[in-house]
């Protein structure tokens, strides 16, 4: 059975930068899509980016494209997102999320396992 775990959120200063992962815990990490969502009180859960099992191939949402970059260590069974200039609306809890479909994917439905999330605060 899959689990995920993330970690490494905190507060920071705009423009400012951070790092978030997310520990896989089952078989196979490296046959996964990976992908990062975010949601902000009150806001629907949205795409962040992707990462094919290779990593080889990433995805962005526009609103993150060039200050996000999404990583993954398949020895480590492991999935990063580092996020550079930072801004206020980037606030909201960060979740990782894994899914066995191959390509693009930035639906959450097309995510089968979510881990807890955890809290990015940007401030002003």
């Known amino acids: 059975q899959v689990q995920l775990a993330e970690s490494g959120g905190g507060l920071v200063q705009a423009g400012g930068s951070l790092r978030v992962s997310c520990a896989f815990t089952?078989?196979?990490?490296?046959?996964?899509?990976m992908g990062w969502f975010r949601q902000a009180p009150g806001k629907e859960r949205e795409f962040v980016a992707s990462?094919?099992?290779?990593?080889?191939?990433?995805y962005y949402a526009d609103s993150v494209k060039g200050r996000f970059t999404i990583s993954r260590d398949n020895a480590k069974a492991t999935v990063y997102l580092q996020m550079e200039s930072l801004k206020p609306e980037d606030t909201a809890v960060y979740y990782c999320?894994?899914?066995?479909?191959?390509?693009?994917?930035?639906?959450?439905?097309?995510?089968?396992?979510w881990g807890r999330g955890t809290q990015v605060t940007v401030s002003s």
């Open positions: 999320a894994s899914s066995v479909l191959s390509g693009f994917r930035s639906s959450a439905n097309e995510y089968a396992t």
């Open positions: 089952g078989r196979a990490f490296s046959t996964y899509t």
């Open positions: 990462s094919c099992w290779t990593g080889r191939n990433s």
